[in-house]
Every structure is written in C-alpha cells, then in structure tokens.
C-alpha cells in the first residue's frame, strides 16, 4: 500500500508538526488541500493538545497527525546548570533582569507519559508521528491495535534500521538541511547527512515507506525526493509563513529578511537549525560551557527571550527555519500545496 493510500491523502506532501507554530488553521488548510495536516503537540499540556485536536476536527474531515517528543529523559546535573546559568547572567542583566536559580523540564517525554498515550487513543488521529527517539514496544503495540499510522523520525541508516525494527509504519528521512530540531536519537551522535544522501541509503536498506524532509522548498526539490526513493516529502518552512501559523511578526520578517540559517545546542540543550541570531553570534563562543540537557536547557532559552522581548528585542527568538529558506514564497496554505502539486507534477 502507497503512502497516499495509507494517509488517505490525494498529494504526496506533509505538513511537518512545528510545536509552537503549527495551529489548528494550519493543519486543518493543508489537509483540506489534500495534503496531510499536522499539530505539533510536544510543548503542549494535556488540556491544550485536546483543544487543538478538537478545532482541527472541526475545521476539516480530512486526516492529519499528532506529534510528540521522544527522547530519552535524563536527570538535570546542578553543577552544568549552575555553570549555564552563570555563563546566560550578564544576557539577562542586559535587559535589567536576573536568571532563575534553577531548570525546569518543561517538555515531557512521549515515553514516560502515559497520559500522552491515552489522550491519541482517545482522540483516534490518523497518524501519529515522533522525534528524538521511538515510543516503548507497549506504547507502539496499543497504537496499531487502535489502528493509528506510526512515524518516525531517522536522521542515520542506524535510526531508520531500528525505527523499522521496531514496527513502525513510515520513516521519516530528516537530512542535516532541515529547520528545527535534529531528530536524531542520541545527542552526541549526529551524523548530518544530506536529506538526498539519507533518503537513498534508507530506500537501499529498509523496507518501510519513506518521507523526506528537510530543505525542501518547491516541487522541483520534491520532485527529486520522489526519484530518489521517498513516497511522499515533508516541508515545514514553508509553511511558517502562512498568516496561519502561530509565528510572530518578527519571526515572518526574519525568514525573508535574514535567511541565513546555522544549527545550534545553545537553546535548548539538543542541535537544531533556526535563523541565526544572537544565540549564534554572542552566545555560541569557543569558551562556552557545557549545556545543560534536553529540555532544561530550553527553559532558560524561553525565560530569556521573554524579558528581550518584553523590551523590544528579538535577537534571542527561536526562529527555526530550513537551509534553504532563502527560496521562501509569500503563499497561503492551499496556494503553496496547489503551486507545490504543479512543479512536482511538470516534471513527468
């Protein structure tokens, strides 16, 4: 069976879930388009995600995924987290404001939450897809027993051999060029292979249906994917323009007006790409000190881009975006996947 088939969608493209971008208007468009809409729920509590899933619903008939976090959950050391927060004091002074004392992890685990679990066998999407890691064999067993598609994230032949192991339904190939967190399974292994480069060695070695995604930005580059092995492709930044998703102003101006992009550990504890701001340029030095894990050291990232925003400053947003942004199209949603299902289509 195709992946069109699987998703039920009628073209070969996916929203990627952004958390705290993507929105029920987002994922219900692309959907109605005949795409596969996404909601980004790993930044979200339990009560939220069950709202977005419900606006969604009632937006559009068509399918679309739930996206969760899938790391491994590890302790936070006090000592690197009192030396990151240290090394963040005189950025925070800068804005008249003082750092916490300590970290939080705000984001849970997939993993280790079985509320997570029981609010996707409620709610019955039609594909559920995860980052950082793979969900317990239990966890997978209750999905497929309720019917829900399973996706997971590769970002090496290593990953995508034990995503398919594992009895997961659909890889998705997530090349070094794409916006946003790196996928990949254990921090201290990256092995930053272009999106093209993945999606061959994955489609020579694994069984499963590919999706490729990262760097994509028209169809032409989609079209590539579709030759190269991948059933479908991924886009995310894209999207992030459209009115909409949940990015700001400054975050819109700056994927046009600064899209030069580099990948960083310094917002959240784990790599991921975003345009480059201050947290490149001042807090990226060869002197700085170990960060603190995935998700604490996010915290302190959120806490100080809420007192520079407060005051008018952006420079320490998030603002993940692909490699390739600089190809951007001002395009709402369906006009984007129409002009998208046109160039992969003028070239067969």
Not at 323 to 334: F, K
């Amino acid at each position: 069976m195709s992946i069109l088939e699987q998703l039920s969608i009628k073209h070969p493209i996916l929203l990627a879930p952004m958390a705290g971008v993507s929105t029920p208007e987002l994922a219900a468009e692309v959907s109605n388009s005949g795409a596969f809409g996404s909601l980004g729920l790993g930044a979200s509590s339990i009560a939220s995600a069950r709202q977005q899933i419900e606006a969604t619903r009632a937006l559009t008939e068509q399918p679309f995924q739930l996206n969760f976090f899938c790391h491994e959950t590890e302790a936070l050391n006090p000592e690197t987290a009192a030396r990151w927060i240290k090394y963040l004091r005189p950025a925070f002074a800068e804005f008249g404001a003082t750092p916490p004392e300590s970290l939080q992890c705000i984001y849970p685990s997939f993993r280790d939450n079985n509320e997570l679990l029981n609010l996707v066998l409620d709610t019955r999407p039609k594909a559920v897809s995860f980052h950082f890691g793979i969900p317990h064999p239990k966890q997978i067993q209750a999905l497929k027993q309720a019917g829900i598609i399973t996706m997971v994230s590769a970002t090496n032949l290593a990953e995508a051999q034990a995503i398919e192991a594992a009895g997961i339904d659909i890889i998705i190939a997530q090349g070094i060029e794409a916006g946003g967190h790196r996928g990949i399974f254990n921090p201290a292994i990256d092995a930053s292979i272009k999106t093209a480069d993945l999606v061959q060695l994955i489609h020579k070695h694994c069984q499963r249906p590919i999706v490729a995604a990262g760097g994509i930005m028209n169809g032409q580059q989609a079209r590539l994917m579709l030759k190269l092995g991948a059933e479908a492709v991924q886009l995310g930044t894209a999207f992030v323009q459209c009115r909409s998703s949940n990015a700001n102003t400054a975050y819109r101006q700056a994927l046009f007006n600064q899209p030069l992009t580099q990948i960083t550990s310094s917002i959240s504890g784990r790599p991921a790409r975003g345009l480059i701001n201050r947290w490149h340029m001042q807090i990226e030095q060869p002197h700085r000190p170990e960060v603190p894990g995935y998700p604490y050291t996010y915290d302190l990232a959120k806490q100080l881009h809420a007192v520079a925003s407060a005051q008018g400053d952006q420079g320490y947003g998030a603002f993940w975006a692909g490699s390739n942004v600089a190809q951007i199209r001002e395009l709402e949603a369906t006009d984007l996947i129409n002009q998208l299902v046109l160039e992969i289509k003028q070239g067969h």
